[in-house]
């Protein structure tokens, strides 16, 4: 099974910050990664897919970048809706994977 | 629109069967993947199966033993089984639409079912 380590597992930062989370993969998954947000409450929604395209409505200050193994999320210009648990998850290959999750709180 | 939505017992008594039932609405099971993925309350997503648009499934090694996905497509409808339930099991259970490359990107994402196991 590939295994997912993500990074940091909690992160607090301030309105307007920059902030990214990171996601390592135990063997190449060839950019098959997907990023998805948990608000509290909320079933998770798709954010990114294959490591850097933006779903449909997911505003510009999210993105993803990433290759080979390692893959982040970055989140520009920090907004208090951004206050969620973030996974990722593999996409490449079954059981499809997922990070263990960061919880992004604002300061 | 998309929609997916759980549903079933709240409650089941240790050992016994859980049945789920994930109604689709807006795409066609021949045409998207259906997986099943719980989260233990305050804890992290765990991936339990899938059933591919051709009707063949594919499960989590841990689970396999205890798990079963199939479909109704005329109903729009996948269910999921899964035995011998313990409180280990205690989460809440969503049903998502599978796309993409391998099938496995998840768009969209019902609204999960509690599911608590007690006697």
């Known amino acids: 099974d590939i295994q997912m380590t993500q990074s940091p597992a909690s992160l607090s930062a301030s309105l307007g910050e920059t902030v990214t989370i990171e996601c390592l993969a135990s063997?190449?998954?060839?950019?098959?990664l997907a990023w998805y947000q948990q608000k509290p409450g909320k079933s998770p929604q798709l954010l990114i897919y294959?490591?850097?395209s933006l779903n449909d409505g997911v505003p510009s200050r999210f993105s993803g970048s990433g290759s080979g193994t390692q893959y982040s999320l970055k989140i520009n210009s920090l907004q208090s809706e951004d206050v969620s648990i973030y996974f990722c998850q593999q996409n490449y290959d079954s059981p499809f994977t997922f990070g263990s999750g960061t919880k992004l709180e604002i300061k | 629109q998309v929609q997916l939505k759980e549903s079933g017992p709240g409650l089941v008594q240790p050992s016994q069967t859980l049945s789920l039932t994930c109604t689709v609405s807006?795409?066609?099971?021949?045409?998207?993947?259906v997986h099943w993925v719980r989260q233990p309350t305050g804890k992290g997503l765990e991936w339990m199966g899938v059933?591919?648009?051709?009707?063949?499934?594919d499960y989590n090694s841990a689970l396999k033993s205890r798990l079963s996905i199939s479909r109704d497509t005329s109903k729009s409808q996948v269910f999921l089984k899964m035995n011998s339930l313990q409180t280990e099991d205690i989460a809440t259970y969503y049903c998502?639409?599978?796309?993409?490359?391998?099938?496995?990107?998840?768009?969209?994402w019902g609204q999960g079912a509690s599911v608590t196991v007690s006697s």
């Open positions: 063997e190449d998954i060839y950019s098959n």
């Open positions: 998502a639409r599978g796309g993409g490359l391998y099938g496995s990107v998840m768009d969209a």
């Open positions: 294959y490591a850097n």
């Open positions: 059933i591919w648009t051709g009707g063949s499934t």
């Open positions: 807006g795409f066609s099971l021949t045409s998207y993947n």
